[in-house]
């Protein structure tokens, strides 16, 4: 059974930055593309960025130039550094896998889901 547990959310001026992490139990972690998604209240959940086992990164248009993703395998643990918050990124943040190493950007492609850290981004 795989486990993904977030961390890192919390309230930040807009401009501001965040770094959330992700901590992933499970021997598959180094060859699989992890991902990341937001859900804003009353809207669907978004893609926000991916990382494939390779190091390939994909990232919405929304956060390009923002956010970084990255992941330390010897630590199974994937990173979201965010820079020059808006309030806009104000939404719950998952960390997901499919442990594959194919990437998506749709959540229903993700069948490992964490609990979610919230992110608000005051104006």
């Known amino acids: 059974q795989v486990q993904l547990v977030e961390s890192g959310g919390g309230l930040v001026q807009a401009g501001g930055s965040l770094r959330l992490s992700c901590a992933v139990s499970?021997?598959?972690?180094?060859?699989?593309?992890m991902a990341w998604f937001r859900q804003a209240p009353g809207k669907e959940r978004d893609f926000v960025a991916s990382?494939?086992?390779?190091?390939?990164?994909v990232y919405a248009d929304s956060v390009k130039g923002r956010f970084t993703v990255s992941r330390d395998n010897a630590k199974n643990t994937v990173y979201l550094q965010m820079n020059s918050l808006k309030p806009e990124d104000t939404a719950v943040y998952y960390c997901?896998?499919?442990?594959?190493?194919?990437?998506?950007?749709?959540?229903?492609?993700?069948?490992?889901w964490g609990q979610g850290t919230q992110v608000t981004v005051s104006s």
């Open positions: 990382i494939a086992g390779s190091g390939g990164t």
């Open positions: 499970g021997r598959t972690f180094s060859s699989s593309t």
């Open positions: 997901v896998t499919n442990l594959t190493p194919l990437v998506f950007t749709t959540p229903q492609k993700y069948n490992y």
